[in-house]
């Protein structure tokens, strides 16, 4: 049954005949109204999402359970529990690095869109609209999912620029359009997550046939924003952004990129404490001994990006500084980490008493309790798994920053594994290095996806997650987002750049220590500006300079944690095998930015590399004032 409200939005004319052929069409009221819609009737405790399956019979894909504090979503399937890297085909004629849907499946996508269409026309429907980026800078679009998918539509709802029924402006022109079906993984995919972006003139389609949101809702939506960027000459960076003030109200602001599970939700929040206060900084991982940091008081935070950070040309200004604005509505926070009560008070008081009910996924829940977040699913006895989440709105962290803000330093976070001079790894960076503009743009092309991942199917060894770190969620040409992000850095002088490791400093064990120290650190110094006689030149050229010493609310941190080279159990023996590690991986990386689309200045920096170029010679490619 045609529901009248769509009238005021303008769909395309086989979307039209969607909504006019399904048995209902659920336009969501608010927010309640969707949360409802994920937890089932309210007779239910536990609702089963489940579809057809052709010789498969009833599938069962997830359950939500209704907890005091929100829906909590478990998939039956172990697979779903974490994004595939590799679910993304490309289904129309554009210019792409990405697999095309007919050279992976031999044939055109034609055939299942209409296929897909037909199976939607026989099910009660959601049809909601939102703006993807938000609603200043974003642009319209839609989400058409079956009804028994309420938690997918409220998740993408506390994602981005929900927009209610009864707001919903004439004449709302959808740019993009979600069509959801899940049993389709099974018939065409052999159980995979594969998510169909099909680019048209004038709309973006996205397939999404799974139902975990990280690869569409979620990813999907960035590849929307990036696409339309790419056209249109700008850049979403994958970054968490946050104005940091001290004890003695001096404010910087740092924004940090990186691959999944690079350290950017973790750089939103305070420092980790032990329950009597005290800090470990670091665990050596053969000796076992714990090295301490006591911090009187901490820097205020106040966060301002996640995941997604706008850098549109209508937000930048004058002052040679990058501006960025969230282009979410809420965040997809990865809980991993905390996994007994106390480890993080500020979230664990976000989530247990929120404002209005949440959206969990991963998470042990028990209809008619409290879901706990250090509670997580198990993927097996014993195997906790790894990606538990949180979708969290913006309105309701506190002290968040709604406008645009200039970013005075841009580090970069890589996942390192432990580094002995008997195993030896890519594990060689110091607490933190400063590095020249041009040395920062190629740390965002070799984008190392890092160890020991927790938000993506496994992979081994040492990979890149691509240009930007966004690469997985784009669809255009990857020599395209290198020059967009070498004109940024070019264009934006005044803002500073250092890398960030964390897990592992050379022998030692330090989780996300590195980058919550590291912001202390350069907030209270103001700035990441220093002078020649406080950094040297790194021993490996592409981590840029180390520092020679670091002291943060008067206490100073061993020189071994800033050049790893220093530890004994590293030395100079397994920190050059490491380097060659790492200058090996920037190599193969780098060569396939080496096409005739490249930017000229962007070749001389890739060839410099290629060349085992010092410290001095990225330099002279763009100036860097000490």
């Not at 697979?79 to 849907?101: F, L, S």
């Not at 991993?336 to 959206?359: R, V």
Request: hydrophobic share 35%; with cysteine; proline share 7%.
């Amino acid at each position: 049954m045609f529901n009248s409200i769509l009238e005021k939005i303008i769909l395309p004319d086989e979307l039209k005949k969607i909504a006019e052929s399904g048995v209902s069409v659920i336009v969501p009221k608010d927010r309640n109204h969707l949360l409802t819609l994920a937890m089932g009737n309210e007779d239910n405790d536990i609702f089963e999402v489940g579809y057809i399956v052709p010789g498969n019979g009833r599938v069962i894909e997830a359950t939500v359970a209704r907890c005091k504090n929100g829906a909590v979503v478990n998939y039956m399937d172990q697979y779903m529990r974490r994004r595939d890297p590799d679910c993304m085909v490309v289904a129309d004629n554009g210019e792409t690095d990405k697999p095309r849907y007919r050279d992976v499946y031999g044939e055109e996508f034609q055939p299942l869109r209409d296929t897909t269409f037909e199976w939607l026309k026989q099910r009660d429907l959601i049809i909601m609209p939102f703006m993807a980026g938000g609603s200043e800078f974003g642009y319209p679009a839609l989400l058409v999912a079956p009804a028994n998918a309420g938690f997918f539509a409220a998740a993408l709802a506390d994602l981005q620029e929900f927009i209610p029924r009864d707001e919903i402006p004439e004449g709302f022109k959808p740019k993009a359009v979600i069509y959801l079906a899940p049993p389709y993984r099974h018939t065409h995919f052999s159980g995979k997550q594969i998510v169909v972006h099909n680019r048209m003139e004038d709309m973006y389609e996205l397939f999404s046939y799974n139902l975990y949101p990280g690869p569409s809702a979620k990813k999907g939506i960035y590849g929307v924003l990036l696409h339309i960027g790419e056209r249109e000459g700008w850049v979403t960076a994958h970054a968490s952004t946050v104005k940091v003030i001290t004890p003695y109200e001096n404010v910087i602001t740092i924004m940090h990129e990186g691959a999944s599970g690079s350290g950017k939700s973790e750089m939103l929040e305070q420092i980790h404490k032990e329950l009597d206060g005290r800090i470990i900084m670091a665990q050596n991982t053969i000796t076992k001994e714990k090295t301490y940091l006591d911090l009187k008081e901490t820097c205020e935070l106040q966060p301002v990006t996640d995941d997604m950070a706008l850098c549109h040309p209508s937000i930048q200004n004058d002052s040679k500084k990058l501006v960025v604005k969230d282009a979410e509505e809420g965040w997809f926070l990865r809980i991993n980490h905390i996994n007994k009560y106390g480890t993080d008070p500020h979230y664990e008081k976000l989530c247990i008493h929120p404002k209005e009910p949440l959206i969990f996924l991963n998470l042990q829940g028990t209809p008619g309790s409290t879901c706990l977040i250090w509670e997580h699913t198990m993927d097996e006895p014993g195997k906790p798994c790894s990606n538990p989440r949180v979708i969290m709105p913006r309105e309701f962290v506190p002290d968040i920053v709604n406008e645009p803000v200039e970013v005075d330093v841009r580090s970069f976070g890589v996942r390192t594994p432990p580094c002995t001079k008997e195993k030896p790894s890519y594990g060689i960076m110091g607490m933190f290095h400063t590095l020249p503009p041009s040395l920062a743009w190629l740390w965002r092309l070799v984008a190392p996806r890092g160890y020991d991942n927790p938000s993506i199917t496994e992979t081994e060894g040492m990979s890149s997650e691509g240009v930007g770190t966004y690469w997985p969620f784009a669809t255009g040409k990857m020599v395209d987002q290198a020059n967009l992000l070498l004109e940024q850095i070019i264009a934006s002088s005044g803002t500073r750049y250092v890398l960030i490791p964390n897990q592992h400093v050379g022998a030692y064990k330090v989780s996300f220590m590195p980058q919550w120290i590291s912001r202390e650190y350069l907030a209270r110094r103001g700035s990441a500006k220093f002078r020649s006689e406080q950094i040297v030149e790194s021993r490996c050229p592409l981590l840029g300079y180390s520092l020679e010493s670091l002291k943060v609310d008067g206490t100073f941190i061993a020189k071994g944690f800033l050049q790893p080279n220093l530890q004994p159990e590293v030395g100079n023996e397994g920190y050059d095998a490491g380097a060659k590690i790492l200058s090996d991986f920037f190599k193969r990386e780098l060569m396939k930015y080496l096409t005739p689309e490249l930017n000229p200045l962007g070749r001389k920096i890739i060839e410099c590399c290629l060349n085992d170029g010092k410290i001095e010679d990225y330099l002279e490619f763009i100036p860097m004032k000490m």
